[in-house]
């Protein structure tokens, strides 16, 4: 079946893969060269992603590392707002997402600036009135699996069931969110939250086995912890790591890649949706997913 997200009324097909470029506005994320300030910077960087071929571009101004400190709604505004407003300004018809967990900051973003998805991080744990301000707003959510906040999150990795554990928090979020009249609902299953380094890996080889949702599937793994920490480096030494991660996860069903290196990611695409021409099923699909 194929997949569609409504954006303002137009329908946005998945059946080839996108790109969501990230643009940070913080003085701390964990990759210092996503963060951007000056409005120059900001423009220089929305214009970027847009050239090498990105479909949505999202804006984040609260650093989600466990090293980072949480911002209140108010402050994470006073970030956001200039931005929005020149980026919109800038590119009115770009696809903008907001990386928020703050209903306040959604229904701002979406109200003033025209934001076209929210992308929340903590699947609506952090804000109770996310959920039903994302329904208010009909705009699509992507809907995160992590436990705690980005500064608890790494002391809650046990799980009695690791990947049945995931896959009912998002059957359990979905329904939520369906009875409250959110149907745009793009699922992240979170790699680098409330996570260890082996389980990262774990999520990744079954991938696969979020399409029992029939959901669109955004992948964001890009110069993260479960790379540099694996081979031993820094996130500016993550290009390759990230390239070779987000082919694996299109083979396995991502729709959309949140990444750094926006062009290297629209080359991937480009290379397995020709190799996917030629594909046959997987034999054994079926069996394998009845088995979760």
Known sequence: MKKFLDIKGTLMELSTPCVMGIIN?????????????????????????????????????????????????????????????????????????VDTFYAEVAKCAVEEYGVDMIN???????????????AQLNVPYILMHMRGT????QQL???????????????????????????????????????TLSQNYQLMAYLRY??????????GISRKSMLYKLLDTDPS??????????TYALIYGADILRVHDVREAVECIKIISELKKFESPHPNKTKLINHV
Request: some cysteine.
């Open 25 to 97: 506005i913080t003085p701390d994320s964990f990759f210092a060269g996503s963060r951007k300030n000056s409005e120059k910077e900001i423009l220089e960087r929305a214009n970027q992603i847009l050239e090498e071929g990105g479909t949505i571009i999202d804006i984040g101004g609260q650093s989600t590392s466990p090293s980072s400190v949480l911002l209140s709604p108010k402050e994470e505004l006073n970030r956001l707002e200039p931005a929005l407003k020149i980026i919109r300004k800038e590119f009115p018809d770009a696809i903008l997402s």
């Open 120 to 134: 929340d991080i903590s699947g609506g744990q952090i804000d109770e009135e996310m959920f039903p301000t994302v």
């Open 150 to 153: 980005p500064q608890t999150m």
């Open 157 to 195: 990795t046990n799980y009695d069931n690791f990947i049945q554990d995931i896959l009912y928090y998002f059957s359990e979020k979905t329904s939520r969110l369906n009875l409250l009249g959110v149907n745009d609902i793009i699922i992240d299953p979170g790699f680098g939250f409330s996570k």
């Open 210 to 219: 979020f399409d029992i949702f029939d959901l669109p599937l955004l992948v």
């Open 237 to 246: 030494q993550c290009l390759n790591g990230s390239t070779i991660l987000n």
